[in-house]
């Protein structure tokens, strides 16, 4: 078992591995792309990366006040299915979850099981499962980000 700081440079180990490996990985647009801190461009709409103990996942996440949160899910629900042509992989769309702060937000999100950032053998396919994800969903999203700007 890991104490916490060993846990943190850990986890601080692996996402500098993993920002190295995408250095040289290019953009769908024009704009250069910090892929771990990955911004939309829209208020209210973000793609988080996660490495645990148990599992690696990425999710797009709706915040804001509810009326806000339900219209960007409505209109990426209007997309589902070029999502799912141009972004591979099981997403399960949840209209509410609470998020860290005991707040509420709106989620899409995708998850590899059976990984543990915590054991360097895992890294490969953790790395290669968030490669993918994070780059067809940058594909979609340059495809689509003007339709979610219309009211920003």
Do not use: C
Not at 19 to 34: C, F, H, S, T
Not at 80 to 91: A, D, P
Not at 116 to 124: E, I, L, S
């Amino acid at each position: 078992m890991y104490n916490r700081n060993e846990m943190s440079k850990i986890r601080q180990e692996f996402w500098t591995n993993f920002g190295r490996y995408m250095l040289p990985v290019q953009p769908a647009g024009d704009e250069k792309i910090n892929w771990i801190n990955y911004k939309t461009g829209v208020k209210g709409i973000s793609f988080k990366m996660s490495a645990e103990r148990t599992a690696a996942g990425l999710s797009i996440q709706f915040t804001g006040d509810r009326l806000s949160r339900e219209k960007h899910y409505e209109r990426m629900r209007q997309l589902k299915q070029v999502f799912e042509s141009e972004v591979e992989g099981e997403w399960i769309w949840l209209k509410e979850k609470a998020d860290e702060n005991g707040g509420n937000i709106t989620v899409i999100e995708t998850t590899l099981t059976g990984v543990n950032v915590y054991d360097k053998n895992d890294w490969p396919a953790i790395i290669s499962f968030l490669k993918t994800m994070i780059t067809e969903l940058d594909t979609f999203w340059t495809s689509v980000k003007d339709f979610f700007e219309m009211d920003n």
